[in-house]
């Protein structure tokens, strides 16, 4: 984005993990996991990407408000990482009323490193001038946040006098947009299923996202699409016929269930829920088996800002798992498949399910061309080349963390008021981060712990062959490389991913970590491709609490090379000597934790 003069804001920095009273939520993590996990990707990020903005976060961090925190907003973001870009607040970040120390503070904002308040009101006016003059606010500060306000606006294409034109080429973006959707679109299962047959040209559409597809995310997530095309629309611009009467059925459906809905009473920010899964009946389902010649269930789930998934939203509903089970068991008896699209932004149960239909899309929320991505990668004009970025446990309490997070379902608005009751209610008021470093694939690959499907996991229309993969070490990096070759019968994509085994030294670590990873070009049958990845010999350290440093042990590091962490093709090992980074003693937690704990 920035290539092309567009500034960006990464945010919310940092340890906004969950929704629920967001405003005053206390994070209480250990340094190493701060600095391990939550914090590592901002680093990454900020050092390869010089984002022009960073928005701080609502939520405390170890004690202190984040748009508050020197530690966070200073000392690691510019001393340590470099940033020399304008940081601002959340929206009326820290002039709620359920604050905990019940007041505003903007000096503490711009002392911490904030440069800009967001929205900033006449009272924080009169606040920054009284502190100036009455000596409370260095001058030097103000005028260090003038400054780096003034070098965002100058490097703008607007104060460079670039001429808009407001007539961007919408066709082309579309294009642009539907074509990326296969990038990032995961193939779960396939027992032949995809891509569809050329005999299949009649499709029964359930699920009552086929109808009315999820784009995006809710919130700040959310893009002000001027149209989403549905999965109906997709299929019928590919040359396939939906079935009529199911179609009517959902329309008539989706329309009311929304109407009912919408006499719940709400604030402008809270999402409304959506209409529950409908079940055809056992006529209606066989009058659509002998129309047609495969079904496709869509199941969705809304997700982004504003709320916290929960382990009812994790599972399926009743309704969810009797349309799976019933509509893949009747075309299943008339020798047709049945797929199953998901149309979702966050992991769901499916260990119970995946084996029941005959092939499994996760396209995610992938945009307002939704059904046109989906229907050409059904199709076969695009072929799935994503890749899981979660662990898909077996249920929601096999995930650590899911013992730390607020998933009940219990709302606290966040621009409402009425946190303060909360203030001292575990994983609400304050969430203690007793999982320490094992999270996702951390934890578990190290305790062997089962999965529906692992890191980094994802199918494809064709399959694909690894080379052992080779390790050079020239002073400062690492370079893996590893030949991938085509080795089915349709072109497609594949992404070779890297997992690092450490020596054993000072402090405990995971059985592997996620170093790298690329994805080969688009590769015919029996082309090849060489993948080589660079990591820099710091970047398999560990953190050193005590030492307040990273350490990268010297010894044997195993290289392994696979389409997940699951699914390893290749080892290399290298001997590397001991690699030293010392950091400043920050973010010191108020509580005791466990920095390691797998309970």
């Not at 995809?194 to 009315?212: E, R, T």
């Not at 402008?268 to 009946?281: A, D, G, M, R, Y």
């Not at 019933?326 to 995946?354: D, M, P, R």
């Not at 002073?475 to 450490?502: C, D, F, L, P, R």
Request: net charge neutral; with cysteine.
């Amino acid at each position: 984005m920035q290539s092309n003069g567009v500034g960006t804001s990464i945010k919310h920095f940092a340890f906004n993990n969950q929704e629920t009273a967001r405003l005053g939520n206390e994070v209480n993590v250990s340094q190493r996991a701060a600095r391990e996990l939550y914090l590592k990707n901002f680093e990454i990020a900020i050092k390869k990407s010089h984002p022009w903005t960073v928005m701080s976060s609502y939520n405390l961090v170890n004690g202190t408000m984040a748009s508050e925190n020197h530690d966070l907003l200073t000392t690691i973001l510019r001393d340590e990482w470099g940033y020399k870009g304008l940081v601002m607040t959340d929206w009326m970040a820290g002039s709620d009323p359920i604050r905990r120390d019940g007041g505003t503070d903007r000096i503490a904002n711009m002392k911490a490193g904030n440069d800009l308040i967001e929205p900033g009101q006449s009272v924080d006016t009169k606040t920054i001038e009284d502190a100036v003059k009455s000596g409370k606010l260095d001058v030097s500060v103000l005028n260090r946040n003038v400054r780096r306000i003034l070098e965002l606006i100058v490097k703008t294409p607007r104060f460079k006098g670039y001429q808009y034109s407001d007539a961007p080429d919408l066709k082309a973006h579309a294009i642009v947009t539907r074509n990326s959707a296969a990038e990032g679109t995961v193939l779960l299962e396939n027992k032949g299923a995809l891509p569809l047959a050329a005999n299949v040209k009649n499709v029964a559409l359930y699920g009552v996202a086929s109808y009315d597809a999820i784009a995006g995310g809710t919130g700040s997530g959310n893009v002000n699409s001027s149209y989403t095309v549905s999965l109906v629309e997709g299929m019928r611009n590919n040359g396939y016929t939906v079935d009529d009467s199911i179609l009517n059925r959902y329309t008539t459906y989706i329309a009311a269930a929304k109407a009912e809905i919408a006499k719940t009473p709400h604030e402008w920010f809270e999402t409304l829920p959506l209409p529950k899964e409908t079940v055809p009946t056992d006529d209606q389902l066989r009058q659509a088996v002998a129309d047609n010649d495969i079904a496709v269930i869509t199941l969705e789930r809304l997700s982004g800002e504003g709320s916290d998934r929960t382990a009812a939203d994790f599972n399926l509903s009743s309704e969810e798992k009797e349309l799976v089970n019933k509509v893949t068991e009747a075309f299943h008896q008339a020798g047709k498949k049945a797929v199953v699209v998901l149309n979702i932004g966050g992991v769901i149960e499916s260990a119970s399910w995946k084996n029941i239909p005959d092939a499994i899309l996760l396209p995610w929320q992938c945009g307002q061309e939704f059904g046109n991505s989906v229907a050409e990668i059904l199709a076969g004009k695009l072929s799935p080349s994503g890749k899981l970025p979660m662990t898909w446990p077996v249920s929601f309490n096999d995930v650590p963390s899911s013992q730390n997070f607020p998933s009940n379902g219990l709302v606290v608005n966040s621009f409402a008021g009425g946190q303060a009751k909360y203030k001292n209610v575990k994983n609400v008021g304050y969430t203690d981060y007793d999982e320490g470093i094992y999270v996702g694939y951390r934890y578990f690959d190290t305790f062997n712990k089962k999965v529906s499907y692992p890191f980094g996991y994802g199918l494809s229309y064709t399959t694909f062959g690894y080379s052992k993969p080779t390790v050079a070490n020239d002073g400062k990096n690492v370079t893996v490389s590893v030949t991938i070759t085509n080795t089915g019968n349709m072109a497609g994509k594949e992404v070779a991913e890297v997992y690092v085994t450490a020596p054993k030294g000072a402090v405990e670590k995971p059985a592997e970590e996620l170093k790298a990873f690329a994805k080969t070009r688009t590769l015919e049958p029996g082309e090849s491709q060489t993948l080589s990845m660079s990591i820099d010999k710091i970047d398999l350290a560990s953190f050193n609490t005590k030492a307040s440093a990273w350490i990268a042990d010297a010894g044997n590091y195993v290289f392994k090379v696979g389409s997940s962490s699951l699914d390893i093709k290749g080892t290399a090992t290298l001997k590397i000597g001991k690699e030293v980074e010392k950091v400043h003693n920050v973010l010191k937690p108020i509580v005791k934790l466990s920095e390691l704990s797998h309970k």
